[in-house]
């Protein structure tokens, strides 16, 4: 099946709808039909001030399809993934009891029992069965929420799409729960191709079996929608037919799916209408509008959600994937379009896009701000317009446009994107948003702009860079500065300079001029290994802890050493960086206390993937040391005898260039061992302090260029 054309916008359509849909039902998620009624109305538009709850907020819906899709990247990319490779994933992106899923227990939260059986070495799909978990376990709606990324690599093979959505679906679920995400898979993928909404569901049914629940339910639906022309009368019909009286658990597949034919088949094949009717519906808003809003968004493209009113403004491509790979956490929907579709395209066996020589910051698809908002610390208040529009690129055919009006001298307009975890952020209600920042000291950063050759005055413009601090108060710092005459244009480049150990928030760009005009940012992007020490700051202040993805037992902040690590059974990481990390060399003095191995981790993608110079004791009188690969189980790169004893300290080196690791672990006298081995398996990623069933400490750690 070739890829359709117009895919990457699609796609991007696609992830937004998701996106909007999962933020309009999330404030009221688990109401029925008659509170919503009572208290909010009818559901046109987003009602989070209402309710006193963020916008943008960190989701299973979200999490879990973004997330559990790497899948297909991390074992290749080929069409034989296996569910035991998804179940892995799982293993690896998730930390236990903080990310992504539910953590409501054994037997009632069907992700959280999935989850503790593959952590118990039972592979997908049992896992998931109902032989193993009983019907009512098995048939939860979590296996449908997950789903629309596996449909977004397939477009216009609805075969292929389903037959993802089982494997993918079969980690956790089993049953009329697998059916209802291979519908949903199906009519997706078909939606890059076909626009007729009867045609989508026809097709999507004949996959899976006449005599089930869902099959018999959407013929149901179908047959009630002819028959009643309020929507109305068929949620009732739902409600005694199929209701939550009839299909038990926390929130059951069969009444949620429900609603999603209900929005879709009386929508009219409109945005607004579709995501009201779901989300008015009850039940599990966000999850169902989630799933309408991904449909309709691939089905109708960006011009279909841009057709009703503002939706993407608010939203300007925010998401979080709080995951293992912290840096990937803070990120937005157009990096995540250009994720998804590089799958796709790999799956194709075409090559991957990288929009402005792989810039993070493109801005190529229509209307994308890549999270760049007005700088809430403006002093010159609504001067600033943010707008994607045609042109004004070196290498591209898109930029972003900063209008700027009614400046006064001495006022500026300042624009930025966060890359850690921002302010409204901190105390956030509900799934926990682990992340690590995107940006650090020592990366070379560069950025394109352009002025306006009709602006009538020259424009000053600044980067910068919001710095967490003292107490957690952010802090300017001012970067390399141009000015930019009409129709002039630069480059900057920036070695990001230390912040003593300090996260960066957000990047940014500043202009100052006269009156009005617009200055045209074109790509901002970075790259390299960075250059930092992460320690204790002498001035307080938690977000310094708070960049540290803590996949550890007990990572408690009130130790007196700077870093107490405590795992309880199995191996725990305190994870910082992100993949694009290659070449460098990490350090770190750990003091292990008791523990069966302890040390230092290098190109870190998660719990379960990394490069590791550990000591350990395996039975030993004395102790060995050890270079090994995390992947699907511990690979020996190379060990030597190593005698070392609790209480003592010990420094680590790890080095990673290319195919090449060298680790060196020196005691306190001075005399140690140096481990050298090749392999190519890991090929970017973060740092990470690693300890195995029991505790050790540690107070500064550093990453430089190799």
Not at 271 to 279: A, D, G, R, V
Not at 344 to 356: D, I, S, V, W
Not at 686 to 701: D, K, T
Request: some cysteine; charged content about 20%; proline content about 6%.
């Amino acid at each position: 099946m070739p890829i359709p054309s117009d895919y990457t916008e699609r796609v991007y359509a696609g992830v937004l709808g998701k996106i909007i849909g999962v933020y309009l039902g999330r404030p009221f998620e688990g109401w029925t039909y008659d509170r919503i009624m009572a208290e909010l109305g009818e559901i046109w538009y987003y009602v989070h001030e209402k309710r006193g709850t963020p916008l943008i907020v960190t989701d299973d819906d979200i999490s879990g399809t973004f997330t559990f899709l790497r899948a297909l990247p991390d074992y290749g990319n080929t069409r034989d993934l296996a569910p035991a490779q998804i179940g892995q994933t799982w293993l690896n992106y998730i930390i236990e009891g903080r990310t992504i899923l539910w953590w409501g227990g054994m037997g009632n939260s069907t992700e959280h029992t999935a989850y503790l059986r593959l952590k118990h070495g039972i592979t997908a799909p049992l896992s998931g069965s109902i032989a193993l978990n009983g019907r009512v376990v098995a048939e939860q709606i979590g296996s449908q929420i997950f789903i629309d990324g596996w449909a977004m690599v397939a477009p216009g093979d609805p075969e292929l799409a389903a037959d993802l959505a089982r494997r993918a679906a079969s980690v956790s679920h089993d049953g009329e729960a697998i059916y209802g995400a291979q519908v949903l898979a199906a009519m997706e993928a078909q939606a890059f191709v076909e626009r007729d909404l009867n045609v989508l569901i026809d097709t999507a049914v004949s996959f899976i079996p006449a005599d089930s629940i869902i099959y018999r339910m959407i013929n149901d639906i179908r047959e009630w929608h002819a028959e009643f022309p309020d929507w109305r009368q068929t949620r009732d019909q739902i409600v005694a037919n199929y209701g939550y009286d009839r299909y038990g658990g926390n929130c059951h597949m069969v009444p949620n799916h429900a609603l999603i034919h209900l929005g879709l088949l009386y929508g009219d094949d409109d945005f607004q209408k579709s995501l009201m009717i779901t989300n008015t519906a009850g039940w599990d808003t966000d999850c169902n509008s989630g799933n309408v809003g991904c449909l309709l968004g691939i089905k109708n493209g960006l011009a279909g959600i841009n057709a009703g009113p503002d939706w993407r403004g608010p939203v300007a491509d925010r998401l979080y994937l709080p995951t293992a790979d912290g840096g990937r956490a803070i990120t937005d929907a157009v990096r995540e379009t250009y994720h998804v579709v590089n799958i796709g395209r790999a799956l194709a066996g075409e090559p991957p896009l990288a929009p402005k020589g792989g810039a993070r910051f493109h801005f190529e698809l229509p209307g994308s701000v890549q999270g760049f908002i007005a700088d809430e610390h403006v002093e010159a208040r609504g001067t600033l317009q943010i707008e994607n529009v045609p042109g004004h690129s070196a290498r591209g055919s898109r930029s972003l446009a900063l209008r700027y009006r009614k400046l006064a001298p001495g006022r500026v307009a300042r624009a930025a994107t966060a890359t850690f975890v921002p302010p409204e952020a901190i105390k956030m209600p509900g799934y926990t948003l682990l992340a690590s920042p995107a940006l650090y000291p020592g990366q070379r950063l560069s950025a394109h702009v352009r002025a306006d050759g009709a602006d009538p005055a020259p424009v000053q413009c600044r980067l910068y860079l919001m710095v967490y601090g003292a107490d957690d108060d952010l802090v300017r710092t001012s970067g390399p500065e141009a000015l930019l005459s009409p129709g002039g244009d630069h480059t900057f480049t920036w070695r990001i300079p230390d912040t003593g150990g300090q996260p960066i928030a957000a990047i940014g760009i500043e202009l100052a001029g006269h009156g009005h005009g617009t200055v045209y940012l074109d790509y901002l992007t970075w790259d390299g290994a960075p250059e930092v020490s992460f320690g204790r700051p002498a001035h307080g202040g938690t977000m310094w802890r708070r960049a540290w993805v803590d996949g550890t037992s007990a990572y408690e902040r009130w130790w007196p050493e700077t870093y107490r690590l405590i795992q309880n059974e199995g191996t725990g990481l305190l994870i910082q960086g992100g993949r694009d990390w290659s070449d460098y060399r990490a350090a770190a003095t750990l003091t292990p206390h008791m523990a069966a191995a302890c040390g230092l981790g290098a190109r870190v993608q998660g719990m379960r993937r990394y490069y590791a110079l550990l000591i350990a004791r395996d039975g030993s009188d004395t102790g060995v040391a050890r270079l090994i690969r995390a992947l699907d189980g511990a690979t020996v790169l190379a060990e030597t005898p190593f005698a070392w004893e609790y209480y003592q300290s010990y420094a680590f080196e790890l080095e990673v260039v290319g195919g090449v690791l060298r680790g060196t672990v020196r005691g306190p006298g001075g005399a140690g061992v140096t481990l050298s081995a090749s392999d190519t398996m890991l090929d970017g990623g973060g740092i990470g302090l690693i300890i195995s069933e029991g505790r050790a400490a540690a107070e500064h750690v550093t990453v430089r260029p190799a």
